[in-house]
């Protein structure tokens, strides 16, 4: 059987083929809603994910050759296309997905004192309103999106509005009235985090400035070259018309963020830097992105896929969900849900994870009921910009796979981790996190440590599909039913009725077992444990079942 399953992995990888994993899905989740409290998001660096289209791959100079892990490597838009059409993100479960920021990077390099870098990671904007050719064109962008819709996924688009790339010999720089090269942030108050630069030669936007700006004379020249002036300066008039906004460096930055919604028809920005920004700005983007979002839908009805808000995701490194709602800045607190934020990513979670599962679990569950009910949270284990995640070594993968996928809450994989892609690549500080997704490795069924990278991905694929299916994981309520064995139930009712309620066991004994299941189902009724694919009637209140695995994922068929 594990050989059988290793063979339609290097197909799924290699091929994109049709076939599909053998998870059950039954009638009683196909018509379940989508809700963001149950988000699988898929987080990718887009130049290190799928080299969907070679002619667009960057060519460095020879006297400016990028130290490891730290140039461009071929990773696009048609990349990530292609992997959505293959199934890839659908035989994981995943709902959403959210890749590094696509907008121009400075065409230029720099060398921090690591090595040559370049903007091969997408925080280093040039142009807010354009793509980078590296990345990929419009209309790849608008097939990567429609290709997500049509498959049921969700799209969050990375946005940058604290600093512009950094001065490099190839790239204009930005007016004093715009940016500001220092000091270096320090971290000790409000004004030390946010009116100051993150890194040296990173200037910083002036967001707290209330001094309407002319536009840099660089950008007027480019989009002169590019015939394209007038209709810009035309988009910005009604744009600052419209809003009554003054047009200062944040406003600008502001009107271009929100363009990509309706050129795009994204569904959601995942926001850079929060806590470098005043939340006054970020409350303008919440009000004008959902403005946007509703006239696309309103003039895209064909192609709207649910009926959720626009959503934003912040990163405020590092927001511990065990604080509260508050980000304590030293002299102030700020809540970032106020007006702005729908979730903030979680990174408690990875020091969490070392906590046994009920811990983790019932923690979660306590605190989206309490002190973030109506906000969300969005749980990782590891990211491009963290140098201490969980399992580093990725010696405990299908440990990560489960408290993660488990967990109560919305969930980020970031790419690689439902693969055990290493996160200790030989390169410099975070690029040491950003290797190329691991495809090689599955293709040859690579062994690492005490297991092949195949058997993590179908591990990943049988919790994420279950987690996708039934909106009790992520949004509803956690009960221990058992603590030895772990058994635990989650129990989901909508708003417009919708009921779902699961059973789950963890570090159960293999093989022949009988399990009580009348906290989820009636005597008749079916029972599938969704993990091992075996379905029994249940008698008494219980179900016997003989699987070789040590979980058990049960959900109720409807007839």
């Known amino acids: 059987m594990k050989f059988i399953m290793h063979l339609f992995i290097c197909c799924l990888v290699v091929s994109g083929c049709k076939s599909k994993p053998s998870v059950v899905t039954p009638d009683s989740t196909s018509e379940m809603p ?5 988000a699988t998001i898929y987080f990718m660096m887009t130049d290190r994910f799928n080299n969907g289209d ?13 130290a490891a892990l730290s140039g461009f490597m071929g990773g696009d838009v048609k990349g990530i296309t292609q992997k959505i059409k293959s199934g890839y993100f659908s035989d994981l479960g995943v709902n959403a997905i959210s890749m590094t920021p696509l907008v121009e990077q400075v065409s230029g390099s720099v060398d921090g004192g690591m090595g040559v870098s370049y903007g091969y990671h997408g925080y280093w904007a040039r142009d807010w309103t354009a793509l980078d050719s590296r990345f990929g064109t419009e209309s790849e962008v608008r097939a990567m999106v429609d290709a997500a819709h049509e498959h049921n996924i969700r799209v969050l688009f990375d946005v940058v509005a604290n600093h512009t790339g950094p001065v490099t010999s190839s790239d204009s720089k930005w007016p004093e009235e715009w940016v500001r ?18 890194l040296d030669n990173l200037p910083d936007l002036k967001t707290e400035s209330q001094q309407e700006v002319d536009l ?15 209709q810009e300066v035309k988009e910005l008039d009604d744009w600052f018309e419209m809003t009554g906004y003054k047009r200062t460096p944040s406003n600008y930055v502001l009107k271009w963020i929100v363009d990509l919604i309706g050129d795009y028809g994204i569904d959601g920005y995942r926001v850079d830097a929060v806590k470098h920004i005043e939340n006054d700005v970020w409350q303008r983007l919440w009000k004008q992105g ?14 709207v896929i649910d009926d959720n808000d626009f959503y934003m995701l912040g990163e405020v490194n590092y927001f511990s969900a065990s604080g509260g709602r508050t980000y304590d800045y030293g002299d102030e607190q700020v809540d970032f849900f106020d007006g702005a934020f729908t979730s903030m990513i979680n990174f408690d979670f990875k020091g969490d994870a070392n906590k046994s599962y009920e811990k983790i679990f019932s923690k979660y569950d306590k605190l989206l009921s309490t002190e973030f009910k ?14 201490a995640p969980y399992d580093l070594n990725r010696e405990q993968p299908f440990e990560s796979g489960t408290k993660l996928l488990l967990a109560p809450g919305g969930v980020q994989i970031y790419y690689g981790d439902e693969s055990a892609r290493s996160l200790t690549a030989d390169a410099n500080g975070d690029a040491s996190l950003r290797s190329f997704m691991n495809w090689d490795e599955l293709r040859v069924m690579a062994q690492k440590n005490n297991y092949t990278v195949n058997d993590v991905l179908i591990h990943w694929q049988k919790l994420g599909n279950f987690r996708n299916n039934h909106p009790s994981i992520g949004a509803g309520t956690h009960k221990m039913i058992s603590e030895k064995p772990y058994m635990f139930t989650r129990t989901w009712q909508s708003e417009q009725g919708h009921r779902d309620k699961v059973l789950v066991g963890l570090d159960m004994p293999k093989g022949l077992m009988t399990i009580d299941v009348s906290s989820i189902a009636r005597d008749g009724e079916t029972v599938t444990d969704t993990y091992s694919g075996i379905s029994q009637t249940v008698s008494e209140g219980k179900v016997s079942i003989d699987s070789a695995h040590d979980i058990v994922l049960f959900e109720v068929v409807k007839m």
Request: proline share 5%.
């Open 181 to 198: 090269t220092g000091p270096r942030c320090t971290y000790t108050s409000a004004e030390t985090t946010i009116n100051c630069t993150l």
């Open 54 to 66: 070679k002619s667009n791959d960057y060519t460095h100079s020879v006297d400016y050759a990028p």
């Open 34 to 38: 989508f809700s963001w409290d149950n």
């Open 216 to 230: 840099p004379p660089f950008l007027v020249e480019k989009w002169k070259s590019e015939s394209r002036y007038d």
């Open 290 to 303: 959902q403005k946007a979002h509703k006239m696309w839908k309103t003039d895209h009805r064909e192609a």
């Open 374 to 387: 109506g906000k969300g949270l969005v749980h990782c284990i590891s990211c491009h910009d963290d140098g």
